[in-house]
C-alpha cells in the first residue's frame, strides 16, 4: 500500500467539490439508510446477548417469578410455572421473541406481569418527554452560560462558571437527582419527591408538569457541564478566529456576529461529540427515573433487571439504544445541516 | 451553475452604468461622485506590551492612489500597525503617537483614539476596509462567500454612514453589484455561491478583498494577503492591490513577501524589531534583495545520482504522479515546485524512498539487490538519503529533549562516534544556541525546530538531501540560514533535492528548477521557465 | 493559507482582539494538579489507614444510637444503624477504588489486545475488531451494565467485568491508531529515513509514547469506573450489602434522607466527588501533551 503525504486534494478537486443542495440532501438520506441498516444487525445481537446472559444466570427465573410465594408453592405448582416460562432453549427463546417483535409481541413480563408490547408503549412516551425536555434545558443553558462565559473571560462569572461546570462533571447523576430531591423537595417542600402525579391524582398537564420539573432539571444539570464546557471552548477559539475578526472589521454588528459567525462554528464540535455523548445521556436519564419513580422506560429497565424479567430487559435495553442511536443520527444530521463542510457519505 | 453565466454576462454588459473602479483603472477624478479619497498619517507610532516594545516611533503617510507596503521578517511588528489603525490591539498595550485620517470632504478622525463602537457604526468596512492576516481564514465556514458580502451590504442599511466617506452604490444593495465587484477582482460569480472550503486559498484571498471592498472604502488595510499562497494566486492578488490603488484609495500592505512589495508597492517601509529601517521607492529600499543567483555548479554527468526512472504513484483509484523520470546527481541543487497538492511531497517521498513506487523505480548507485523502500531498505542504505519534512512539530517525537531527538539516529549509526561534538558543530553552522537541544520541542520556535531537524538529518553525514517544503513555514531569516547550509553541503558534494512553492528562493539557490504540472493521468514534471519580473503598479497621475 | 503557524515562542506579542488574549479553560493549572494529587494521596492514606487504626466490626450494629449529626466523635456521623460513616466511608472508598482499578486495567488490557490485534493482522479482522467496537459504543455503557449485573448478579467480579467488557473500545481505538500511524506520520517516516530499524523505532519511540497514553488511559479510567460501580450499586445490581462500597452507601443514604439524615447521603457523595475530582485532576492536560 502507497501511503500518500499531500493532504490537500489538487485545485481541481476542490472547486468540483462543490455540491448541490440536492445531492447533499440525497447524500443525507443515505446517512440515515445506513445508520437504520447498521442498527439492526446491533439489535439483533444486543437481543441475543440479554437471552443467551439469562441463560447463563445462576439464578432460578421460576423462582424470582414466584418471589416469596416459591416456599410456599408446591412441586406441582412449580412445574407449571415453569412450564409457562418455558424451560427452552434460549436461542429457541430468543428466535421466539425475534419472530415476535414485529408484530408488536415481545413477550410477557414477569415483573409487570403485563405484555411487554404494552409496558413499552406506555413508559416510553414519558422517557422521550423526560430527555427531550432535559437536554433543551441544558442546550439553552450551556448556550447562555458558554457564551457569557466567553465574552468575558476574566469576568468572576466565566471563572465561577469554569470551575463550578467541572466540579458538577465529576458528580454522578444519580447524586445530581438525589440532591435536588433532599433540597428542593424534602428539605423546602417546593416541589414533589417522585412519581408522575400525586398518590391518586389524575394524569392532568398541571400535575404532569408539576412533577415534571425535578427530573427534568436533574437530567439538564448532570448534561449541562459537557455541554458547556464543550461549547465554551468552541466559543472561545472561535471568537479567536480570523473570520470573526474580519467579520467585525467589516462593520458587521456585534449580535449578527455572535449569531452567525460564532455560534454555528461552535455548535460544529459540540455538535460532533453530541453522537458520542447520546448514550450516556440516556444512561443519565435512567438514573433519574429510579431517582424520582418516574415512570419511564429507564425505570422499568432496572426493575426488570432486579426482578430478572429478560423479556423486558431485552425490549428496554433494546429500545433505549435505539434512542441512544436515532439521537446519533438526529446530531449528525444537524451536523450537515450546519457546517457545509461535513461529508454526509464519511459520518 | 448555468444562471449565474447567465448573470455575469448580463451584468458585464451594463457595467459601465456604476463606477467599477477596481479592475479598470479609473482613475480619481473621472467621476465627481466616485470614492471619497482619504490620507491617513502616522507619527511617532509607538506600542509597547508588557516590557516589550513591538514599534518604535513609526511614521507612514499613507496617500491615495497609492499602495504602501510595510515589509519585514515575522515578529518584526509590522502586523501590529494594521492592529493600532483598526483598534484590535490586546488589552493592556500601550500606544503612543498620532494615526489621523483625514477625507477629501475635510472630515479628520484620529485612529487610535476612536471608541471602539464608533468604529464598528462608522469606519469599519466603510472608511477603512481591513482584510486580516490569514486571508483564508477571513470567511466563517458555515456560510457561502456571497452571504458575507451580502451581509456587509445590508451593514449600509442600518443607519447612515458617520464619517461622509459613502459610496454611490450604498443602498443599491443587490447582487449585481458584488458580481461586479468580484468580476473586477477577477472572482468568477460562481464562487459566491461556494462554501469557504470549496475554494482555493488564491482565490479566498481575493474574495477576502473584495469582502474589505464592499463599500468601495477609501483606505484599504491589507495584511500578509499573500501569506501561503503560490507565486500565481500571489501575482493575481497583488494585481488586483494595485488596481484598487489605481482606483484612487489608499493602500496599507503588510507583508514579509519582497516580491509582493516589488510589483505593487509605490513605497516601501522596512520594518525590522519594531523600528523603520529604511524607507522610500521600492527600487531604493528593495536594492539589497535581489536574490543573489549563486553561480551555477557544474556537476559531471557520470557523477553519482539518486535517479528515479518512470516512477509513477496512484492513491486509491486516482494517478497522483505520471510516469516521472528525474535524476539528481551528487554536488548538484535541483529546485521541485509546482501548485499545491499537485504531488510535489509525493515525489519527494518517492525520492526518498521512504514509499515504493506504484510504478518505475528509484535507483541509487551502489544500492544493493532489488529496489526496496521504507523499513524493507537496510539501515545503512537508507541513510545515504536524508528526508526533511515540512512540519517540523510533526517530525519529531514530542516526548524527547531535542537533544536525544537529535543525536538517536546517530548513535544508533554508529555507537563509536563523539556524536555530541559533532551535533554542536552542526548546531553552530544551522545558527542553533546548543542550549536550546536541552528543551523539548513545544518549548522552541518552528525555526528553531527546524534547524534542529536539519541538524538531525546531516549528522548522518546522507549524500543525498530530500528537503520537503522545508523553509515553507519559516521566517525569512531561518529560511536563509538553512538555505546557506544546504549550499554548502552541495558544494562539499552532497545532492539535494529542494521542494517548495517559493520560485524567488528555489531561483536563487538551486542549479535547476522543476515544475510539477497537474494532469489528468497525475501531474507531470517539466522544467521551470523564466520568471516575469514586470511590475503590476500603476504610477499614480 | 493558515497565517504563520510556527510563530516565535516568544512572549505574546502578536496582537489579537481585544478581550479574548487568554480565555478562562476548564483546565487544571499545574497549582490545581498539585492540590489534586496531594488530596488523591490524602483520600487513598484515608481508605488505607482508618481501617486499620479504627478496628470496629462491620456487622455490629447499634439502632439504639440511631442516626447521629456530624460531631467530634463521628466526624461524617452515624448511619441509621449507628455505624460511624468516617470508617464506614474508608472501608467503601477502599472497595470502591479496588473494583475500579481492577476494572480499568482490565479494560486497558483487553483494549491493547484487540486494538494490538487489529492492526498488525488488519484485513478483515481489522474491519470486523472495528465494527465491534463502534457497537459497543453505541450501546449505553450503563444498560450493558445492567444487563450483565442482571444476569450475573452483583458480585466484585461481576463490577470488575463489567467495567472491562464496556470500556475497552478506547484503548482498542489507541493502540489501533498508534500502531498504524508508524508507517504514516512524520515522524516514524523521519525515522525511517534516519536508518532506525523497526525494533529500535518501537523502543525508542512507539512504546514510550504508547505506555504514557495507556497510563492516562487508565488514569481517567478509574474514576469513571468508579462512578460504574457506585452507580449499578446504587440501583442494587452491584455490590452485596455486606461489601460497603461507595454505592451501598449512596443507596442507604438516598433511603435515610426521608427521615432528615442528610449526612448519611452527604459523606459518601462527597468522598465520590472528591476522588473523582482529584483524579481527574491530576491528569488534567495530560491527554494534550501526549498527543502532540
Redesign the interface.
Known sequence: M?????A????????T??RTTGSRASAALRLAGRRLA?ALP?VV??SL??FA??A????DAAASFLGARDEFAGAAARQGVEGLLGDRHWLASWWEWVVGAPGGDLGWSTSVRADVGAVVAARLPWTLLLMVLGLALAAVLGVVLALV??????GVL??VL?GG???LS???S??VA??L??VLS?GLGWLPAGGLTDPGAPVTAAQVGRHLVLPVLAVALSQLPWIA?HL??AT?DQ????????????????R?VLA??VL??AA?PTLAIAG?RL??V??GS??VE??FGWPGLGQG??Q???A?D?AL?AAA?VL??GV??LG?LLADLALVR????TDPDAL | MADTTTTATTTAGTAPRTGRGTGSGSGPGTDPHAHAAATVRVRGLTIAHGDAVVLDGVDLDLVPGTVHAVLGTSGAGKSTVVAALTGTLPRGTRVEGSAVLETTDGTRVDLLGAPRRARRRGLAGRVVGTAPQGAGGAFTPTMTVGAHLREVQRVAGRGRPRLGAAHPHLGAASRRQLVELAHAAGAEPGWLERYPHQLSGGQLSRLGLVAAMVHHPPVLLADEPTAGLDAEATRTVGALLAAYAAAGHTVLVITHDVALARQTAHLVTRVARGRVVAQGAPADVLVDDAPVARPARSVAADAPALVARAVAAVRGDRPVLAPTDLAVRRGEVVGLTGPSGVGKSTLAALLARLDPPDGGQVVLAGAPGPERAGFDLPPAERRRVAWVSQHPHLAVDPRLPLRRTVELPARLADPGADVTALVTGLAGRLGLDPALLDRRPHEVSGGELQRACVVRALALAPEFLVLDEVTSMLDAATAADILDVVADEAAAGAGVLLVSHDVASLRAVCDRVLKLHPGAGGAVLRPLPDADPTPLRKDPA | MRSDPYAPARPAIRPRPVGVITAARPRALPAGRVVAAAGLVVLVLYALLVPVLVPVDLDRVDYATGPTPPSLAHPFGTDLAGRDLLVRGAHGLRVSLVAALAGATGAVVLGCLVGAACALVGGRLDRWGMRVVDGVNAVPHLLLGIVVAAALRGSLLTIVLVVAATHWTQTARLVRAELLALGTRDFYRAAVSLGLTRRQVLRHHAAPRLAAQLAVALGLLVPHAVWHESTLTFLGLGLPPHQPSLGALLDLGQQALLSGAWWTLAAPAGLLVAVTLCLAGCLAGRTEDHHG
Open positions: 502507497t501511503t500518500l503525504q499531500d490537500a486534494p489538487p485545485p481541481g478537486a476542490r472547486t467539490g462543490s447498521w446491533l445481537v444486543i446477548a440479554v446472559l439469562a447463563v444466570s445462576p439464578t462565559a466567553a465574552l468575558r473571560p476574566h466565566a471563572r469554569a461546570l467541572w466540579a465529576a458528580v454522578p444519580f447524586l438525589t440532591t430531591m433532599a424534602l464546557l465554551h471552548r472561545t471568537l479567536r478566529t480570523t473570520s470573526t475578526e474580519a467579520a467585525r472589521l467589516r462593520g458587521v454588528p456585534e449578527r452567525r459567525h454555528p462554528g460544529v458520542a448514550p450516556e440516556v444512561a435512567v438514573l429510579q431517582v429497565l432496572v426488570a433487571a432486579l430478572q429478560f430487559l435495553t433505549l439504544t441512544a442511536l446519533g450546519i457546517d457545509p463542510r
